[in-house]
């Protein structure tokens, strides 16, 4: 069966350092991979997206990259601030004009001041 | 532009009691999801509208759980009779049909269920 790890379950970092984050899965071919932010009480709110022939996409101090020999996405967070802790989702699609989404269970990130 | 609304924020029933929980997508948004989170997990999807065709539902517990979209724009995700298991953060999202790749799902501030 289809399976998604996002391998911490809670990461701390310091102020100013750069989080990454990690997500593997198993058994799924994707098209597409996605990140999301959620916060507490908050319904997720999407940052990146990345297709099966991209390997990297940047957004502002985010980075997201995709290597799908590995089955695997890093989701990197630059010079983190105390805003950035919350819970990221990383999420997969088929594709094939579907966009449904397969969600892992997240990583709780806390970025220390 | 508005986002995607949902109500009631929270809702605490008992078990064999019904729910109902309502979802206004972003305006011009096709495509509608409803996801199940429980806590600690990520979101389950639940169904999948498009105007006011269901997609896909396979992950529907159709014995207990239904769901509508009559005129392609609000939905309504009814449970009949809850169990305990069901309490869990019910997600409403939206997404326009054709819009670019690039672009993710928008989600409503979810439903907080409780089932005692």
């Known amino acids: 069966s289809q399976k998604i790890e996002q391998n911490s379950e809670a990461l701390n970092i310091q102020e100013g350092k750069t989080a990454t984050l990690t997500c593997n899965y198993t058994?799924?071919?994707?098209?597409?991979l996605q990140w999301y932010r959620q916060d507490p009480g908050r319904g997720p709110v999407f940052l990146l997206l990345?297709?099966?022939?991209?390997k990297e996409k940047r957004k502002e101090r985010l980075k997201v990259t995709f290597d799908t020999t590995l089955k695997q996405s890093l989701f990197h967070i630059t010079a983190s601030q105390p805003a950035d802790s919350a819970t990221y989702l990383c999420a997969l699609s088929p594709g094939a004009g579907s966009y449904q989404l397969t969600f892992g269970k997240g990583t709780k990130l806390s970025v220390i001041p | 532009e508005a986002g995607v609304a949902q109500s009631p924020r929270y809702k605490i029933i008992e078990k064999r009691q019904s729910v109902a929980f309502w979802c206004n997508p972003i305006s011009g948004h096709a495509t509608l999801y409803w996801y199940q989170q429980i806590l600690g997990q990520g979101p389950k999807l639940l169904i999948q509208?498009?105007?006011?065709?269901?997609?896909?539902d396979s992950q529907l517990p159709k014995d207990r759980f239904s769901a509508e979209r009559l005129k392609g724009v609000d939905s309504t995700l009814k449970i009949q009779p809850a169990k305990l298991e069901d309490s869990a953060v019910y997600l409403c999202a939206s997404r326009v049909v054709g819009r670019r790749v690039g672009d993710g799902q928008y989600f409503g501030p979810g439903t907080r269920l409780t089932v005692l």
């Open positions: 509208f498009q105007n006011n065709g269901v997609v896909d």
């Open positions: 990345i297709r099966e022939n991209e």
């Open positions: 058994n799924y071919s994707p098209a597409y």
